[in-house]
């Protein structure tokens, strides 16, 4: 069975970058991207973008252009999520998501979620 | 830019039926955006229930569907229970690769 296994809870400083990993089984990682959504507290879920199991090609929201960065492993079956320059309104819980196998345009697997909490 | 709108809360009395709406600020929402909803309860990921407009996904209950109302996408929960309090996002795929959120519904069963 698809499983997404991501890092556990960190505290950053402002300015400083965050790095979230996304470990993935169950299915032949280069076959899908995967997806990453991010949720403030007691916000909404904003999706920030993807990155190519196989091939690495990504595709990031306007929001964060610039900022992030997404990256894989596919050794080791894991993708990973970087934003820089952290300011206290990144403080979320960052999420990974991927496709179903049909193709169809909707997230049917997700991890369980990663709390970054960006403080001095 | 798009943004996609939903009802920042909605009541519903239990056992009876809420219609949750995901509209775009400029334009219609129509099968072609590939519609789909989540549920979501504190400290949880997400849950995916709705696809491609009208699909449920596996092994959610039939009182859950999906639909076009006019110019928005729509979520119905019929027979709502206690448990379906909750919050509900709709993702509408805009193409080129990226996918939206809405601002999510506070579902209230009373």
């Known amino acids: 069975q698809v499983q997404l296994v991501q890092s556990g809870a960190e505290v950053k400083k402002p300015g400083a970058s965050l790095k979230v990993s996304c470990k993935a089984s169950g299915y032949t990682f280069s076959s899908y991207a995967i997806h990453w959504v991010r949720q403030a507290p007691g916000q909404r879920l904003e999706w920030m973008g993807w990155i190519n199991g196989g091939n690495g090609n990504t595709k990031s929201s306007q929001e964060f252009q610039g900022r992030v960065t997404f990256t894989r492993d596919t050794s080791a079956s894991t993708a990973y999520v970087e934003l820089s320059s952290l300011r206290s309104e990144d403080t979320a819980v960052y999420y990974c998501?991927?496709?179903?196998?049909?193709?169809?345009?909707?997230?049917?697997?997700w991890g369980q979620g990663s709390l970054v909490t960006v403080s001095s | 830019q798009t943004v996609v709108t939903q009802e920042p809360s909605f009541s519903v009395s239990p056992g009876g039926t809420a219609t949750l709406t995901c509209g775009l600020n400029s334009g219609s929402v129509s099968t072609s955006y590939s519609p789909s909803w989540y549920q979501q309860t504190p400290g949880q990921a997400p849950r995916t229930l709705i696809y491609n407009t009208n699909s449920r996904s596996s092994g959610v209950p039939d009182r859950f569907s999906g639909s076009i109302l006019g110019n928005k996408a729509a979520l119905t929960i019929t027979g709502a229970q206690a448990d379906d309090e909750s919050d509900y996002y709709c993702?509408?795929?805009?193409?080129?690769?990226?996918?939206?959120f809405g601002g999510g519904t506070k579902l209230t069963v009373l």
């Open positions: 993702v509408l795929y805009m193409g080129s690769g990226i996918w939206v």
């Open positions: 998501a991927r496709r179903d196998s049909s193709g169809s345009q909707y997230f049917e697997y």
